[in-house]
């Protein structure tokens, strides 16, 4: 989950939304609208806008403070936090590193649901020093709004604490079973198959409840429910592939028939010349011999279709310095790591100053999908040098 719209940083964290947060948010605010127009007829149309775009705007402050705990926690504890993305179904924090101890996973997790019931109690707090009771209907717009707040943070705590993962809840389980199997592998397996069933039951009681006259809700239900099935499947392969990967240097899966470009190639000649003919995604740039830097799909579509003529490889590719180098020798969990920190989808691997191959995602995928076919362990054998280097030096 990337955001597509960055809102700013926050102790170094980047917060943005997601496109589908505008769905949520505009549900949100039509049905505090609704829930205002009934509560209080004797509001304006005015007010009841008002107040439900407030309380909406303030809901998601509360909801960015959950990640923020979750973050602040993390980043105390040593862990580098990338973002924060608000989307459709909350928020979501992205870490750079993977929690390496049970204690900080369980610190980490729990913070959020308790900065929500912390939360909530305070709003709630608040509406009573202002004269709202308890099992009453709020009377004026502020009580109206804290008390709405109030609730519904309450309830994101509590059903934030259902033990299935990826919810926190599902993260404070595996904490505990990691602490007590002191295997992290299989207590994100245990966690994965429990949220699998959690994620089950919502979908169950979602359907249930659609066709018993929820409407609406009963279908948010299930859709949240499949939503969890689908992350706590992907966390259960993950874990599978991490273990298939542990060990392996990148000598051993890394693609060695990387073809060489020149650098003062035009993008249009390249393009018909190697990415039309060979399928391939990345390309490495050469000066005389000597590597000068990276060349993908993706730097070829930055620049505009008009200007591929006169564009040169050069200048359209990734140099060498702003480009980070793994050997051979690298651990390929290390090398995805790095991938996954900087948001790209190959490196280049160097030995001794040469190009020896590039380490790119989807070939790492395939081989991995080819192994499983073939239900192979993987093999520690180096494949035969096929890559025509050339000489090519960085
Ligand atoms: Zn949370």
């Known amino acids: ?36 127009h009934r509560v209080n007829p004797n509001w304006s149309t005015n007010q009841v806008w008002v107040a439900a775009v407030i309380t909406g705007a ?3 402050l ?12 993390a980043q105390s504890r040593g ?37 929500s019931l912390m939360i909530g109690f305070f709003c709630l707090g608040i509406a009573m020093g202002l004269g709202w009771q308890r099992s009453t209907e709020p009377t004026t717009a502020a009580t109206g709004i804290l008390v709405w707040l109030g609730y519904i943070n309450i309830a994101l705590a509590v059903f934030n604490m259902i033990p299935g993962f990826p919810l926190d809840g599902g993260r404070v389980l595996r904490s505990i079973v990691w602490a007590i199997t002191k295997n992290a592998d299989r207590s994100t397996r245990i966690a994965a198959r429990v949220g699998q069933g959690v994620a089950f039951l919502f979908i169950l009681d979602g359907i249930w409840q659609f066709f018993h006259g929820a409407g609406f809700g009963g279908l948010w239900i299930a859709f949240i429910g499949w939503f969890l099935m689908d992350a706590a499947k992907a966390s259960y392969n993950e ?11 990148v000598t051993e899966v890394m693609s060695r028939d990387c073809a060489i470009v020149n650098r003062g190639m035009s993008l249009q000649e390249f393009v018909d010349t190697y990415v039309l003919r060979t399928g391939e995604r990345c390309f490495a740039v050469a000066d005389g011999g000597r590597l000068v830097g990276l060349i993908t799909l993706r730097d ?7 200007r591929s003529e006169s564009t040169t490889v050069r200048e359209a590719m990734r140099p060498l310095k702003e480009l980070h180098i793994i050997t051979p020798d690298t651990q390929v969990l290390d090398a995805l790591k790095l991938m996954a920190g ?3 989808n190959q490196l280049p691997v160097v030995a001794n100053g040469a190009l020896q191959g590039i380490l790119s995602r989807s070939h790492l995928v395939q081989l991995l999908r ?25």
């Open 79 to 115: 862990l580098k936090v990338t973002g924060i993305t608000l989307f459709a179904l909350g928020g979501v924090s992205q870490f750079q590193d993977d929690v390496t101890d049970s204690k900080t996973e369980f610190w980490v997790a729990i913070a959020g649901p308790i900065t």
């Open 370 to 394: 080819a192994r499983s076919e073939l239900q192979s362990p993987a093999t520690h054998h180096v494949p035969p040098h096929r890559m025509n280097q050339r000489g090519v030096t960085p």
């Open 1 to 36: 989950m990337r955001s597509n719209i960055k809102l700013g940083k926050i102790s170094g964290i980047e917060i943005g939304l997601h496109y589908s947060w505008f769905i949520i948010a505009a549900l949100i605010v039509f049905s505090l609208g609704e829930h205002f």
């Open 62 to 73: 509360t909801l960015l403070l959950h990640e923020l705990a979750h973050s602040l926690v």
């Open 58 to 60: 303030l809901f998601f």
């Open 239 to 249: 874990v599978e592939s991490t273990e298939k990967l542990r060990g392996i240097r």
């Open 342 to 344: 900087n948001d790209i």
């Open 300 to 306: 070829v579509g930055a620049v505009p279709r008009d």
